[in-house]
């Protein structure tokens, strides 16, 4: 053995052991548990009150103050803390039951089923998978529906394709494309594009479960982010009442003044708090009141984004996947999610995003000439376009093309330079201090945090439509 290598005492592992154990009843990080800061104010209050107290049983004041905050952080913080972390863990033990019950057989392909050798794209291998007994592989070329085609020789025994167990998904490392995905990754806006395309390409079960619920907040935040720049587009040319449009710009910007910003579940929260709104007014935001509420029968994106919100938070909270197989399960759970939260914003796709490359001023036909980039799919080049407007817009930034004309999504979503990327990248905006300082930003891509002061003033302005 070496020499050198140290060992920690006895002592110093079990109060390490006994930190963690404290520490994991809360959620990380710490800043945005409720638990955590409901354990602290109560200690904070005990140690308040009976300092200041005259009567302390005959105990010095210090030790009084300190028994008195030690019982009121365990009990209304600690216990409850515990609590929790027990029910969150129980409901983990239910839905791996579940998910590992088998299902009742059934004869057409399943949704992780690979597709055939003809169909699959140059950019992504087939996944292979072993046959079963019964059954021959297909050969390469062949082009038939079934997943595991029966054996030609029999005749008169035959024998029903088997669904693929378990194990078979665990070992499938792919992504299997769907019509759902394969279309989100071509025509909705670059950032839900963007992240559509890491889904797909993630090489393990582990990434692929972070790509799918990175894939679930930006669906959030694109529809957020274009719902809100039409509402605040309504409110500067002055078209209706303001009131109830201003109303909700005004909930979206107090998150961003937040301490923690902008979450995942701040985005579905501000989605919910408008639905009254399109649904009194739809032309605001064509089709998102039906995106949200589902056809008759189905769950909306709503509901679907709300679940693998839940899911976020377990994972945040110190549940995350612990080896491939889990983490191969819970993306085979939480996908049919993503997908229907996906062909839910659809409509998104008349609701096109442009990054205005340059305006010019015609003077014989008194207009201007725009040319553009088209920032619908996922190729990081948009696509070069051009229009003619009655009126201008700025250059170096994102609009939406709304049933009024073009509106503008600054502050929400901005294109800055990233010093990490040393190039431009797509950002959006979660985080603005209150009086003063600069706004803080993060790449759709990358995740890298941007600060810039000039948004931090836009947002704080958000309300201030004279122009």
């Excluded at 070992?171 to 019509?179: G, H, K, M, Q």
């Excluded at 669906?219 to 587009?233: Q, W």
């Excluded at 229907?340 to 609701?351: G, I, K, P, Q």
Aim: hydrophobic share 35%; net charge neutral; aromatic share 8%.
């Amino acid at each position: 053995m070496n020499g050198d290598a140290r060992v920690p005492s006895p002592a110093s592992a079990t109060t390490q052991k006994r930190r963690n154990a404290v520490l994991h009843l809360y959620d990380s990080p710490l800043t945005r548990d409720w638990a955590f800061w409901m354990t602290i104010g109560w200690g904070a209050l005990a140690a308040a009150s009976i300092s200041t107290s005259k009567n302390h049983h005959g105990l010095p004041a210090w030790l009084d103050t300190l028994l008195a905050t030690i019982f009121f952080m365990a009990f209304f913080g600690l216990f409850p803390a515990a609590i929790r972390l027990a029910i969150r863990r129980r409901r983990e033990q239910k839905s791996h039951q579940a998910l590992a019950s088998p299902g009742p057989s059934r004869l057409g392909p399943a949704p992780w089923d690979p597709p055939s050798p003809a169909s699959d794209s140059p950019l992504r291998p087939p996944v292979s998978m072993r046959p079963t007994p019964e059954v021959k592989a297909p050969p390469l070329n062949s082009r038939s529906s079934t997943p595991f085609p029966r054996d030609p020789s029999s005749t008169q025994h035959r024998t029903e394709p088997r669904p693929p167990s378990t194990v078979s998904l665990v070992r499938n490392d792919a992504v299997a494309p769907t019509p759902v995905l394969t279309h989100a990754e071509s025509s909705l806006p670059y950032p839900i594009a963007r992240a559509t395309r890491a889904f797909l390409l993630a090489p393990t079960p582990r990434d692929q479960y972070e790509a799918l619920l990175d894939a679930a907040e930006v669906v959030a935040i694109v529809m957020s982010a274009t719902s809100a720049a039409l509402l605040r587009g309504n409110c500067i040319e002055g078209r209706g009442d303001r009131g109830e449009e201003q109303s909700a710009l005004a909930a979206l910007q107090r998150s961003y003044l937040t301490y923690s910003g902008t979450a995942f579940g701040a985005w579905t929260t501000w989605l919910g708090s408008i639905r009254p709104l399109v649904a009194h007014q739809p032309d605001l935001v064509p089709g998102l009141l039906t995106a949200l509420d589902g056809d008759p029968g189905s769950q909306g994106a709503l509901a679907h984004l709300n679940a693998l919100r839940e899911e976020r938070n377990r994972s945040a909270h110190g549940n995350k996947p612990k080896g491939r197989q889990e983490a191969a399960l819970r993306v085979a759970q939480h996908r049919p999610h993503l997908e229907a939260a996906l062909a839910a914003s659809s409509f998104l796709e008349d609701l096109p995003w442009i990054f205005i490359r340059s305006c010019e001023y015609m003077q014989r036909t008194e207009d201007f000439s725009i040319s553009a980039g088209y920032a619908m799919g996922d190729h990081p080049d948009f696509e070069r376009r051009t229009y003619m407007w009655t009126r201008p817009v700025a250059s170096e930034f994102f609009y939406v093309l709304g049933p009024t004309g073009p509106v503008g999504i600054f502050p929400y979503v901005e294109s800055l330079f990233c010093p990490q990327c040393e190039q431009s990248e797509v950002c959006y905006t979660y985080k603005v201090g209150k009086k003063d300082g600069p706004a803080h930003l993060k790449s759709f891509s990358r995740g890298h945090e941007i600060s810039d002061d000039e948004i931090g003033d836009e947002v704080r302005s958000l309300l201030d439509f004279q122009i």
